[in-house]
């Protein structure tokens, strides 16, 4: 019952997104049944649609051909979403500077336009502006002249206009301009509306569109390009990360000891052989004196992947390589992954230890084989550390940073984990740090060091966006040298 509730809250999510980035990408900027609108609306359907599919296939048993195919569409989309929803809700921020920004150029063009026409109006210099006390008399002088009967002109009195009087008697004494005046034109009534009352008006269709569009496109470029630039960074390979770690016990024959730390190479649908080529490539380019694969090496069945895993077997280092199982291991089988890394020879630490020069190497189980109903299975520290030499040096490879409270109590010098990613897609890092005591880097816990790689590969989308993939090389320091 909670599974199905959280499921459907997060379905709830998940399409509540889609919905907004349809509004913003397709509605605003598109025309009702245009052909964009349509092709928005499609795309935004089936999209989301190709993103389940590739999450969901691998759990339903869909065949390996059919994962393969909707992987990359599917788990980009999922990285585009992320990206394009924080771009946007920086675009509603924006948005109304952007309005603000257009009204105030519009109305300096109204006065630009205003000043020009009062410019052409005005009267050249020497003359006497016209006014309309000039100019009514002699029109109607002109339509006197034009309209009296013959004869009139003999009596009208001496040349120039009329005084009030005589005008007044030849029009019959109305006061009535004569027939044939022009009517003077009535003064233009003020406009009414937001611009007469001097609140701003309201932005138009055509600057709403505008804004809506350079919003999206804006929005668009940049998710696009930071999850080209992340996927570019995953296909590149990790880099290599070196960190000193002092352990109190460790003997001065030991002094410089290299531990070639890997985590998480997620192989799968997206991550192939070429990418685990890549990894062992760059291991063996450190010269390790051990290599510790800490987890989620897999994402799928022996029968899909076993190629792609096969160029473990290349690996090279003094001492050897050693594996512990992941979460994810377990979501696969983690019994035919263990089996099989042995034939590559990597050897397994199963809840077990070795005796290395200068100090013991232990394993455990990842918590998830109690969760995924291999029962007996999970992590058991008295069987890896119980019984050792305590004034040995200790050096624990356990996938999960949280089992950091059992390698304090058994008095582990170093525990080397994965899991988290560094957050692979940020802001994923705070949400790790909900989960994790530590998200990447080397903390101490009591007399406990902890060093977390962010991991060589990716689950999900084949992007990484500030958590760059890493290989880390930890070298032993004695306090003795």
Do not use: C
Not at 2 to 28: A, C, E, K, P, S
Not at 96 to 106: T, Y
Not at 220 to 227: E, F, I, K, R
Not at 389 to 413: F, K, M, N, T, W
């Amino acid at each position: 019952m909670t599974f199905l509730l959280v499921l459907l809250v997060i379905l709830g999510l998940f399409g509540g997104v889609h919905w907004y980035l349809w509004r913003r990408i397709v509605r605003d900027t598109t025309a009702p049944g245009g052909t964009g609108r349509r092709i928005g609306t499609a795309a935004a359907v089936l999209l989301p649609l190709t993103t389940f599919a590739a999450l969901m296939s691998g759990r339903a048993g869909a065949p390996f051909a059919v994962e393969r195919a909707l992987a990359w569409p599917g788990f980009l989309w999922l990285a585009v979403v992320l990206y394009l929803t924080l771009a946007l809700l920086v675009g509603e921020a924006v948005r109304p500077l952007l309005h603000r920004l257009l009204g105030s150029r519009d109305r300096s063009r109204e006065r630009t336009r205003e000043g020009t026409r009062e410019t052409a109006d005005r009267p050249a210099a020497g003359e006497q502006p016209v006014t309309a006390a000039e100019t009514v008399p002699e029109a109607v002088s002109e339509a006197v002249s034009v309209t009296a009967p013959a004869g009139a002109a003999e009596t009208s009195g001496p040349a120039g206009p009329a005084g009030p009087a005589e005008s007044s008697r030849r029009s019959g004494g109305s006061g009535h301009a004569p027939a044939g005046a022009p009517e003077p034109a009535p003064e233009p009534a003020p406009e009414a509306g937001p611009a007469a009352s001097g609140t701003p008006a309201p932005p138009g269709p055509g600057r709403r569109l505008f804004v809506a569009r350079t919003v999206a496109v804006a929005a668009s470029a940049a998710a696009l390009g930071t999850v080209g630039y992340g996927t570019l960074g995953v296909l590149d390979g990790p880099s290599v990360k070196r960190v000193t770690v002092p352990l109190t016990k460790l003997p001065r024959s030991a002094h410089g000891y290299r531990i070639a730390v890997v985590s998480d190479i997620h192989i799968g649908p997206v991550l192939g052989r070429a990418h685990t080529r890549r990894i062992v490539e760059t291991i063996n380019r450190t010269q390790p004196d051990l290599v510790a694969i800490v987890g989620d090496l897999v994402d799928g069945d022996v029968a899909d992947l076993g190629r792609a895993a096969e160029p473990l077997a290349g690996l090279r280092s003094r001492d050897g390589s050693f594996f512990v199982t992941g979460n994810h291991e377990y979501f696969s089988g983690a019994a035919q992954w263990v089996d099989f890394v042995r034939d590559l020879g990597v050897h397994p630490l199963e809840n077990a230890r070795v005796e290395l020069p200068g100090f013991d190497l232990a394993g455990v189980n990842d918590p998830a084989a109690e969760r995924e109903g291999a029962a007996g299975e999970g992590p058991d520290f008295g069987r890896a550390l119980g019984g050792r030499d305590p004034a040995r040096a200790s050096v624990l490879l356990a996938h999960q940073p949280v089992v950091i409270d059992e390698a304090v109590e058994y008095g582990v010098g170093l525990q080397l984990s994965g899991h988290t990613h560094g957050g692979q897609l940020w802001p994923g890092e705070y949400l790790a740090a909900l989960a994790n005591p530590t998200v990447a880097g080397l903390e101490r816990y009591g007399d406990t060091q902890l060093y977390v790689t962010r991991g060589a590969g990716a689950w999900g989308p084949p992007v990484r966006v500030g958590a760059e993939s890493d290989i880390t090389v930890v070298t032993l320091a004695s306090p003795d040298a």
